[in-house]
């Protein structure tokens, strides 16, 4: 079923209302601005609040700050980086040329496939940058000379984890703008080859506009994985690192599936491991917008307010366990 607001439309206040009707209402943008135009509103918007945070950390925690951009440049410096750019771009344009066959719902696979594309290409950018930032550093005995100075092990964590969140989003800015372009494109490409006569701008700004909170949740989701490599990474080297992800991957998004067959059915034993994956694994299942893409619903503000809250606590929990296990690592 598609998403939901947190509180019912009697429990919103006035400003709550407001904000939830104005809330990426393709009508209201439309008679405002252009299709072309939104996407680049999104950029820098993202862009403006990764300068601001940045800025925050930097007054508040200095010495993290620090971390954060070394290790942010190194993520950015590194080959990877550029060729998922490259990579995530040429895929992301060919989809618009693609025909899927889907009897006029190319343009909803289309969303579904990008999200996904710019999520998986994400997240493995973030368990390369874990692996060579922490697991190699810790091997290569660079962390100990690192924490010679002035630097706690907590500022050590929470630094490498923001800088490798930074390119991060600095990938989900570059192609998010690029796959909200190749939506807008998309919308006109299959009413030219459909012959749809009564298809306008409007169109093209409803589909647009209908993706953005799917890229916010994406991005949710990817620092969640983040935070888990993180914490993976100060224990363990790459290898192990990629498969604990990627099974924490499948099954955060099988967890609520598998609690309801496991809660619906005879088995008890299957029943309380159901239980036990989606207490302990992050329900990756809240970032995902496929009911919402397929049913052409938008995702409401309060929604994303409280898949940003759960990002939030999982990723700080996650980050605890980091800092336990790094606690008591001999780097020497």
């Known amino acids: ?157 929470v630094g490498k984890f923001v800088g490798i969140t930074l390119p991060v989003a600095i990938t989900f800015v570059v192609l998010g703008t690029l796959f909200l372009y190749a939506i807008a494109y998309k919308v006109g490409y299959d009413a030219k080859e459909s012959g749809t006569p009564d298809f306008n701008e409007a169109d093209r700004m409803k589909e647009t506009v209908q993706v953005m909170p799917g890229l916010v949740l994406a991005f949710f989701e990817a620092v969640v994985i983040t935070a888990i490599s993180v914490a993976i990474s100060t224990r363990l080297p790459m290898l192990p690192n990629l498969l604990i992800c990627a099974s924490v991957y499948v099954l955060g998004h099988l967890a609520p599936m598998l609690v309801e067959e496991g809660l619906g059915g005879k088995n008890e034993l299957v029943g309380f491991i159901a239980q036990l994956l989606a207490t302990i694994l992050p329900n990756l299942d809240t970032f995902n917008i496929y009911a919402a893409v397929s049913t052409g619903a938008t995702v409401p503000l309060l929604y994303l307010a409280g898949a940003f809250l759960y990002c939030l606590l999982y990723s700080t929990m996650v980050l605890f366990v980091a800092l336990i296990m790094f606690e008591d690592r001999d780097l020497a």
């Open 1 to 157: 079923m598609p998403p939901v607001p947190l509180f019912a439309a009697e429990e919103m206040g006035p400003f709550l209302k407001l904000v939830d009707a104005v809330w990426l209402n393709p009508q209201w943008l439309a008679e405002r601005a252009s299709v072309w135009v939104v996407p680049l509103w999104e950029a820098a918007l993202a862009i403006t609040v990764l300068v601001v945070f940045c800025k925050v950390l930097a007054w508040v925690q200095p010495k993290t700050y620090a971390v954060a951009i070394t290790t942010a440049k190194e993520g950015v410096y590194q080959p990877l980086f550029y060729l998922i750019l490259l990579g995530g771009s040429f895929m992301l344009g060919i989809s618009v040329f693609i025909s899927y066959y889907t009897f006029g719902e190319d343009v909803k696979m289309v969303k579904d496939a990008g999200l996904t594309l710019i999520m998986i290409l994400s997240i493995i950018l973030a368990l390369w940058t874990a692996s060579t930032s922490i697991a190699d550093e810790i091997e290569g005995r660079t962390a100990l000379t690192l924490l010679s100075k002035p630097i706690s092990r907590r500022q050590f964590i």
